[in-house]
């Protein structure tokens, strides 16, 4: 097997194993167990704590200790262990402890498996911006077949969706032991801790340019966590209206989210062109502008005779996030020395699933309950889809002024420190 198909049948793999859950978990959290929302806050927020140190510091131990390949297929049989006792919980708070120690191993991985793949492209001496994004278009495919098998084996709302997470996470586990090495930094040891233990990727920060690029990562990172959370819900919650209760799109939610990630297939492969021509800032910018229609497209939309809107915002969802995730990602290594890729991987991953999932989760949590809760009926879901892309447009204007950088094209190929 060639090494591209190696690296799609990671990315499948990896994404199929946060697909099996993740969107369809606010249907079990509200459906199944009838828990608050800013309960449910509080569990979507562990993905945003796990990832303010656990990247990093796998991408710390990735680059200095142990090669990024094992550290992958560890973390993942690790959380396998912990998805098979997910449904074993009876409590919010048991529920959050155990999702928060399966995000310590899962948020690391998905910067693991990118610098797995960054590193085997170069290693065969291919472009990364034109080879990777076709390749991460299999995450992509895994996310949605995961989401079709859980939909369609009507398991959206049962426990039983982490056993098969569990499961894609075992697989990937002892697949990730026969990837590409990945060669740690074997250099001499700096005297500074700072160097010593990889923490050198945080000296990013000290360019104005990388600062702005990452804070306003977070702010997309608060973007993608709120879509994640409730978008499957609102779908669901649509079967309290008589009208609406017997649509295919309210029976299988799942299935009409999935064409999110459908369209992130098409925007994947669209990336080098886009930012080979455009540049990250114009890039940015667009997925950022994105986002704003994503949300005001579902505050608007029904599965009825507004189902248009609904289908037209989760086409325009490819875009918000390819075009910030996964630019994101080829950006930040274009701007860091190959010795600390997988500690700047890390440090993305931080400020986006970290702080930004954290922004996200607890405070939509809180202004859900606070504002727009329905008391046992619908939630007020026009107001929370606007003030979410009102959100976005006031993040968009503020990159536009504050964010400054001058494309050249030539930095976009491959990188050699």
Not at 7 to 33: A, H, P
Not at 44 to 65: C, K, Q, V, Y
Not at 363 to 384: A, P, Q, R, V
Request: proline letters at 3%; glycine letters at 8%; a positive charge.
């Amino acid at each position: 097997m060639g090494i591209k198909n190696r690296l799609v049948l990671m990315n499948f793999l990896q994404f199929f194993v946060w697909g099996s859950w993740l969107i369809t978990i606010g249907g079990y959290w509200f459906q199944t167990k009838g828990w608050s929302g800013t309960e449910f806050g509080a569990i979507f927020s562990t993905m945003g704590i796990a990832s303010l140190f656990m990247p990093a510091i796998a991408g710390i131990i990735a680059d200095r200790w142990v090669n990024a390949e094992k550290l992958l297929g560890i973390f993942h049989m690790c959380g396998a262990v912990i998805l098979t006792l997910l449904p074993q919980t009876n409590s919010p708070s048991s529920m959050f402890w155990l999702m928060l120690v399966n995000m310590f191993f899962y948020m690391p991985t998905i910067s693991l498996s990118i610098t797995v793949a960054y590193s085997a492209l170069k290693k065969s001496n291919m472009d990364v911006v034109k080879e990777y994004p076709p390749i991460r278009v299999f995450g992509t495919v895994g996310f949605i077949i995961a989401m079709w098998t859980i939909s369609l084996l009507k398991l959206e709302t049962s426990a039983m969706q982490f056993y098969v997470a569990a499961i894609a996470s075992v697989c990937l586990g002892f697949y990730s032991f026969t990837l590409p090495k990945c060669e740690i930094n074997k250099g001499p040891r700096e005297k500074s801790i700072i160097n010593s233990l990889g923490l050198n990727a945080f000296t990013l920060f000290k360019n104005s340019k990388m600062a702005l690029f990452f804070i306003f990562s977070m702010l997309l990172g608060a973007s993608l966590q709120l879509t994640n959370a409730y978008g499957d819900t609102f779908l669901h919650d649509f079967a309290k209206i008589d009208i609406y209760k017997n649509l295919i799109s309210v029976k299988y939610p799942a299935i009409i989210m999935s064409i999110s990630q459908i369209s992130e297939t098409l925007f994947i492969l669209a990336i080098p062109f886009f930012l080979k021509r455009f540049g990250i800032k114009k890039v940015m910018l667009i997925s950022m502008v994105a986002w704003v229609f994503r949300f005001g497209l579902f505050a608007f939309g029904n599965p009825g005779d507004g189902l248009w809107m609904i289908i037209l915002s989760c086409i325009v969802y490819g875009m918000a996030f390819d075009f910030f995730n996964i630019s994101g990602s080829l950006f930040v290594e274009t701007q860091s020395e190959s010795s600390m890729r997988a500690s700047a991987q890390g440090l993305f991953m931080m400020m986006t699933n970290g702080f930004g999932a954290i922004l996200g989760s607890w405070t939509s949590g809180i202004i859900i309950d606070t504002f727009f809760s329905g008391n046992g009926e619908l939630f007020n879901w026009e107001g929370i889809w606007i003030s979410f892309a009102v959100y976005s447009l006031i993040v968009a204007i503020f990159f536009a002024i504050l964010f400054k950088h001058k494309h050249n094209p030539a930095q976009l190929g491959i990188i050699s420190h």
